[in-house]
């Protein structure tokens, strides 16, 4: 039941892609990051200077070939069929699906198809595979060094989109610049497995809330003993880090625990040492 529900998700994030892409990237003549608008500026080179039209899944399954072989040996099969599922979808849906009228405005089209984008990419990683193209190479780069690089992605689009503005004009290419943004805020929102939270923990109660923090997320802690500076009483302090995306869900079955435990949670910059992660298959 688990993996048809990952199934379903992936296939609702590979529909609402391509429902965006033919409603407001076509609309506003856009070009998306990653493989999506590598794919779309072949497109545009193809038909301006050649004037053939190339279907979409041509380019855009051709370019996923490589970055899935690598993610299927190095990340996971199920991540991988699934991802290759997702890319399937949407480049098929892509060529047949009608686009929907709902403005002309561009930068409505920009930044509203920024947020659906972010939030279909967001709809398959969250389901335990990508989009394709260089959600792969990030995907990969965030599972060997266990860092977030989005915003390192979203670089690499502009540059794509830089020439895309100098074959085809920049008022679109700078408009397709703030479309990437929206959509790279809405996946750094939205998905934060390689984001890291650390949790400060005083409970009376630290070997229940081991267990709790063992059990619910798979990390362990470091218990420090200390002394209330109001009541002079001793105090246990319980000290872990763990995913972002786990959270909510450990902050729940701590109060389960102990209703009376004193929570701080720290966003973590940048962690040194030995974090272990959950596979993602």
Known sequence: MKLFFRFLTVTAGAVLMAVNLNTFVHTAELLPGGFTGITLLLQEIFLKYAGVKIPFVVFYWGLNIIPAAICFKYVGKRFTLLSIWAIIASGFLTDVLPGLSVTNDILLCTVFGGIVNGVAISLCLLAGATSGGTDFISIYVSEKTGRSI????????????????????????????????????????????????????????????????????????????????????????????????????????????????????????????????????
């Open 150 to 281: 989005w915003n390192h992605i979203f670089i690499m689009n502009v540059v794509v989109l830089g020439i895309f503005g100098f074959l085809f004009g920049w008022s679109h290419a700078l408009y397709s610049i703030i479309f990437q943004f929206a959509s790279t805020q809405i996946l750094n929102t939205l998905y934060k497995r390689y984001q890291k939270s650390t949790l400060l923990i005083i409970t009376e109660k630290p070997d229940e809330l081991v267990k709790t923090i063992r059990e619910t997320t798979g990390h362990d802690a470091t218990l420090f003993k200390g002394e209330g500076c109001y009541t002079g009483a001793e105090r246990n302090m319980l000290y872990t880090v763990i995913s972002s995306d786990a959270e909510e869900k450990l902050i729940r079955q701590i109060k389960k625990t102990d209703s009376m435990a004193f929570v701080n949670i720290l966003q973590t910059k940048m962690l040194k040492g030995n974090f272990i992660m959950k596979k993602q298959d």
